[in-house]
């Protein structure tokens, strides 16, 4: 095993640098070493043509821009993590049309694009335009794309209908007999993996309760 490293070390140097500033970067992660972590993984994308493709550097950088912050550090930029997300994103399908039957890559996949889903919906400013709508739309989308690559990802159900009551009565688009029923089914099928989910609609949990569900709250509790 020891010889085969070696060898494909040499034949592939660059692939090695690659991989080697990817595991850096995770390390960095571990120690709470966010800008450094940003570095490797940034460093690892700029090694030529073999880093310009490879799909883990791409998701970590959207995951630390979205969620990059602790007590002394707060990188998080939506817009910068979807950029990165939509890199890992479209390098991510083509892994998944390789390895089709293969590998549990289809999950991973599918946790990048709800990820991607989220960086749009962290973008909307509660504004009434077509660029707030097209935010939206991505984020419905995205999110979508996610749990039909995997059913059971309860979060992407709750968040879809998180989405559509953000357009609720708000936008042309949205004024339709469906867009409820879209509201009430993905909540229901949330719901379904975990109970948690139905206090997210009451007033006097402090815990669960979203705001976001304002508009649609009632029709949820009936």
């Not at 990817?22 to 970067?25: A, E, I, M, V």
């Not at 550090?73 to 979807?82: D, F, H, S, V, W």
């Given at each position: 095993s020891l010889l085969e490293g070696i060898l494909s070390t040499l034949e592939h140097p660059l692939e090695t640098q690659v991989k080697e500033y990817?595991?850096?970067?995770s390390v960095f992660i571990k120690r709470g070493d966010l800008e450094n972590a940003v570095k490797c993984f940034k460093k690892s994308i700029d090694l030529n043509d073999m880093g310009e493709y490879f799909f883990p550097s791409y998701y970590q950088l959207g995951l630390l821009y979205l969620e990059g912050k602790d007590e002394t550090?707060?990188?998080?930029?939506?817009?910068?993590?979807?950029d990165y997300f939509l890199f890992a994103n479209k390098y991510g399908d083509g892994i998944l049309k390789e390895t089709k039957g293969k590998t549990n890559f289809s999950i991973v996949l599918a946790d990048?694009?709800?990820?991607?889903?989220?960086?749009?919906?962290?973008?909307?400013?509660?504004?009434?335009?077509?660029?707030?709508?097209e935010l939206i739309n991505n984020a419905i989308k995205y999110c979508e794309d996610a749990i039909a690559l995997n059913p059971n990802l309860s979060q992407g159900f709750y968040h879809i209908a998180k989405y559509y009551s953000y357009g609720f009565g708000k936008f042309r688009e949205y004024?339709?007999?469906n867009t409820i029923e879209e509201i009430i089914s993905n909540f229901k099928k949330a719901t379904e993996f975990d109970r948690n989910y139905l206090f997210t609609v009451d007033l006097k949990n402090t815990i669960y309760y979203d705001k976001a569900f304002e508009t649609c709250r009632q029709q949820l509790i009936e």
């Open positions: 990817y595991r850096k970067g550090i707060n990188i998080t930029n939506p817009k910068t993590a979807t990048c694009k709800f990820f991607l889903s989220q960086s749009y919906y962290y973008q909307l400013t509660g504004k009434i335009n077509s660029s707030e709508l004024k339709n007999d």
